[in-house]
């Protein structure tokens, strides 16, 4: 079993349309977790940390579920912009074992 | 802002061949990565070095080797490439240890043939 598993998608959704992301995770003493958004041949670079208690940035909300080990990310509104790669991020309690999911490719389409 | 700066961008090697990629940054970060990225399997840590004057093993790391030169410079050196080595190389730094955001330098498509 992977340590990060995703749906590896591709997600093909109409713009305006709302998609959620899941992301499974096997060491349950991870400590952190983030979405990275990777665009096609470019580096990837932070969305946003995902917190216990679940946070939200815009149309972005990212939810955290420790007891079933798991983590979320929901779009609203998608926009054409938003077609990219989404990686979800989990690191261990030393804070350096940083486990990078395959991505899930979501594609916004006019 | 340059960030992180990865050299070179791209590069066609003959098995056997060795090089070295080039990774530095400018934010004053302690902490420095190089992954690889394959297909399907996301990034994959090869070596890390938690500050200055210290590296320590990855994921994958068989097949390379790194230097921390100082706090804004670490690189990546392929002694005797092999076709398996064959991927894109990111260089990451960040403040501290992994529980702060990683920022990446642009990649190295590496090609070995």
């Known amino acids: 079993r992977k340590e990060v598993e995703q749906d590896p998608g591709p997600f093909n959704v109409p713009e305006g349309a709302t998609v959620a992301f899941n992301c499974t995770y096997s060491?349950?003493?991870?400590?952190?977790f983030f979405w990275y958004r990777q665009d096609c041949r470019k580096e990837p670079k932070l969305l946003m940390s995902v917190y216990s208690s679940g946070n939200e940035d815009g149309r972005f909300t990212a939810q955290l579920n420790r007891a079933s080990q798991y983590i979320s990310l929901l779009i609203r509104d998608s926009k054409l912009s938003d077609s990219a790669t989404y990686l979800c991020v989990v690191t261990d309690t030393g804070g350096f074992k940083t486990i990078f999911g395959a991505g899930t490719r979501l594609f916004v389409k006019a | 802002n340059a960030g992180v700066t990865q050299t070179p961008k791209f590069q066609v090697l003959k098995t056997g061949q060795s090089m070295t990629l080039q990774c530095a940054q400018d934010m004053n970060h302690n902490s420095m990565y190089w992954y690889r990225q394959d297909p399907g399997m996301g990034l994959r840590l090869i070596y890390y070095?938690?500050?200055?004057?210290?590296?320590d093993k990855g994921e994958v790391p068989n097949g390379y080797n790194v230097s921390r030169l100082n706090k804004r410079e670490f690189s990546l050196r392929l002694e005797s490439a092999a076709p398996s080595q064959t991927s894109v190389y990111f260089c990451?730094?960040?403040?501290?240890?992994?529980?702060?955001?990683?920022?990446f330098g642009q990649g190295t498509r590496l090609t070995v043939v």
């Open positions: 070095s938690a500050s200055e004057g210290t590296t």
């Open positions: 990451a730094s960040s403040e501290e240890k992994g529980n702060t955001e990683a920022f």
């Open positions: 060491n349950s003493a991870s400590q952190s």
